[in-house]
């Protein structure tokens, strides 16, 4: 057993931290001017797998960030171990600002938002036109969330040789939502790739939709099998099969901004997060008539003065009906 007398020193003394006695706890924060840049690819039990420079490093958020948390396509400052060797671990430092945020709850009574991807451009909505049934009240959802979160909307809809997709269309023409059809052939032979690949150049895309709409095997199709070889550190980490039902994975198309999100199958999307303030921002024919609104006005009230702007002849009233449809989808379930 150590004995401590006139001759021992600090090195002697074993303290314990974050105890109470010792010495002071500092709230100044390290800067890690010299950290290196990354890219949040993928998040799996508090391990985080970043690109840097071209590598898949895998990380832990430090302590110094405390409850924030860094999500896939967050940009990020890292140090320690930045080999991306097996066995080795970073320390993500800091979480820089965020360009976009797709978010949603739980549900719609639920007030804690989970971030589900940042710094992504686009939200590809993928749904079926039959088998299973489209949900529109679903896609409203996942609109309002694209447009309170700055992402901008692309329907691709799927498995058109069993249904029309005219109907589902002609739902959000006034939305003026750039779209995609595909059949179940053309997902199996790479053209649906082909096609789905000329909105997404020069973006960074997440992709959204419920299970059995053929999301998955879209993704698989857009990201080639040797870029996909390429990153196979980053499947070995999260498990490409567990990762298709619990957890965002960001893949590599052919430039180096692009980038494809592959989210987990979502069964609903609560909008209790969600400013109507930032949704109308969505629709910029409508924005000036919003001046003579009441403080707070949430645009579908009795006194909003859209009414009488868009009845004098300033916008469509069919643009005014979509903003209010999607608006309503924070007050309606997604079966009502």
């Not at 109470?20 to 390290?30: C, E, Q």
């Not at 997440?206 to 698989?220: E, M, Q």
Request: glycine share 8%.
């Amino acid at each position: 057993m150590r004995r401590y007398g006139k001759h021992t020193d600090e090195d002697d003394i074993r303290s314990r931290p974050n105890r109470k006695g010792n010495r002071p706890r500092t709230h100044i924060r390290p800067k890690h001017e010299d950290a290196a840049e990354g890219m949040v690819l993928t998040v799996d039990r508090g391990r985080l797998t970043c690109l840097v420079d071209g590598r898949a490093v895998t990380a832990m958020k430090a302590r110094e960030l405390g409850r924030k948390a860094a999500v896939v396509g967050d940009r990020v400052a890292l140090v320690g171990d930045l080999s991306g060797t097996k066995d080795t671990l970073a320390r993500i430092v800091r979480i820089e600002p965020r360009a976009s945020v797709l978010r949603r709850t739980a549900d719609d009574d639920d007030p804690y938002e989970r971030v589900v991807v940042a710094n992504a451009d686009q939200l590809a909505i993928v749904t079926a036109l039959a088998d299973p049934e489209p949900r529109p009240r679903l896609i409203d959802r996942c609109l309002v969330a694209a447009y309170d979160g700055g992402l901008e909307p692309l329907l691709v809809l799927t498995k058109s040789d069993l249904a029309p997709p005219d109907k589902l269309l002609e739902l959000y023409g006034d939305l003026d939502i750039p779209y995609v059809v595909t059949s179940r052939d053309e997902l199996e032979n790479g053209d649906a790739a082909e096609r789905v690949r000329a909105h997404l150049r020069g973006r960074i895309t997440a992709f959204v939709g419920h299970s059995g709409v053929g999301k998955t095997t879209l993704v698989n199709a857009l990201v080639p099998q040797d870029r996909r070889r390429s990153t196979g550190h980053v499947n070995a980490v999260t498990g490409r099969g567990r990762h298709t039902t619990t957890s965002a994975l960001a893949l590599p198309l052919s430039g180096e901004d692009e980038w494809v999100v592959d989210t987990p199958g979502v069964r609903s999307f609560g909008l209790a997060h969600i400013d109507p303030s930032r949704v109308i921002n969505a629709f910029p024919d409508l924005v000036p008539g919003t001046e003579g609104c009441p403080r707070a006005c949430g645009h579908d009230e009795q006194d909003c003065a859209l009414d009488a702007w868009v009845a004098e002849g300033h916008a469509d009233p069919a643009r005014l009906y979509s903003l209010r449809r999607l608006l309503a989808t924070r007050d309606r379930r997604e079966g009502d």
